[in-house]
């Protein structure tokens, strides 16, 4: 979702995190058990760049949201630690996607009358030139994932892109 937190209706902000947070904390409920009886088992949960940085304005929901899953997901690998059961974070930096295209727009934005509206406008325009020059394929993706869950002792937080290892760098 894009928009000013003044400009974004509660209801909005609540979709962004069924989405991303309510989603993921079901799905989780849902195997947690299974994967107790059985001794063993790792969960991957797909985080983002944004949920160590907030690195854009609009997009304050998105960020909270991401930001929720990685302290889920840490305090859950602590929880679920004598279980034999792993939590790990997938963190994608700009990824080449459909990302840009959906994005819905806060339903209180106007662009005609917000007060935010010249910056809305440049953080917009900025997006298609960040990925273009610094998205990295999906496979990427797909192949960190593979990885962590190959390794023996999987890193809590796997960052993927060239962009997000920059990020994490300079955040440390």
Sequence with gaps: ????????????????????????????????PTMRKQGNGTIVNISSVGGIVGLLPFTTAYHASKFAI??????????????NIHTILIEPGSI????????????????????????????LQGFEPILASYSSHPSKVAHTIL??????????????????????KARR
Excluded at 70 to 83: M, P, Q, V, Y
């Design 96 to 123: 080449s996607s459909n990302f840009a295209m959906n994005i819905k727009t806060a339903k209180g934005f106007d662009s005609n009358k917000s007060p935010y509206a010249k910056m809305a406008q440049q953080v």
């Design 70 to 83: 990685e302290g889920f997901t840490e305090s859950l690998r602590h929880e679920l630690a004598d279980f």
């Design 1 to 32: 979702m894009f928009g000013s937190l003044e400009e974004s209706s509660l209801e909005e902000i609540k979709q962004q995190f069924e989405t991303n947070v309510f989603g993921v904390i079901r799905t989780t409920k849902a195997v947690i």
């Design 147 to 168: 990885n962590v869950l190959n390794s023996p002792n999987p890193e809590l937080r796997n960052p993927v892109g060239k962009d997000a290892e920059s990020i994490f």
